[in-house]
Nanobody
Framework: QVQLVESGGGLVQAGGSQGLSCTAS????????MGWFRQAPGKEREFVAA????????YYADSVKGRFTISRDNAKNTVYLQMNSLKPEDTAVYYC???????????????WGQGTQVTVSS
C-alpha cells in the first residue's frame, strides 16, 4: 500500500507563488513516475504535471506551462510543484499520484493523495 501526503496549500493572491509537496511512504518511490492533478468545484479532475522516475522527463498541461515546475527528490521520497504567476482559475484541490510510466492520463495513475486546497484570490 502506498500512502501519499500533500502539503503546502493555502490562500494566495493572484500573481503570487505557492509551493506544494507530496511525500510518499515506503522505499519504492524512485520506481514510480509521479503526477499532479487538480480538481475545481463542479469540474473533472485534470492533469497538471508529471515527472519521470529519475526526474529527467517532465510534462505539463498547456494551462500551466511556463508557470508551474514539477520536481522530485528521491532521497526524500518527495515530489514538488512550484506554482508561479498564479491565477484565480488555478483555484482547486491539488492531488499527487503515482504511475508506472510518465503519463498525462489520469487512468494510468494508481495511488492518490488526499489533496490540498489552493485558493487564488483576485
Amino acid at each position: 500500500q502506498v500512502q501519499l501526503v500533500e502539503s503546502g496549500g493555502g490562500l494566495v493572491q493572484a500573481g503570487g507563488s505557492q509551493g506544494l509537496s507530496c511525500t510518499a511512504s515506503g522505499s519504492f518511490f524512485s520506481a514510480y513516475a509521479m503526477g499532479w492533478f487538480r480538481q475545481a468545484p463542479g469540474k473533472e479532475r485534470e492533469f497538471v504535471a508529471a515527472i519521470s522516475r529519475g526526474g529527467g522527463v517532465t510534462y505539463y498541461a498547456d494551462s500551466v506551462k511556463g508557470r508551474f515546475t514539477i520536481s522530485r527528490d528521491n532521497a526524500k521520497n518527495t515530489v514538488y510543484l512550484q506554482m508561479n504567476s498564479l491565477k484565480p482559475e488555478d483555484t482547486a484541490v491539488y492531488y499527487c499520484a503515482t504511475a508506472r510510466v510518465t503519463t498525462t492520463r489520469r487512468n494510468e495513475y494508481d495511488y492518490w493523495g488526499q489533496g490540498t486546497q489552493v485558493t487564488v484570490s483576485s
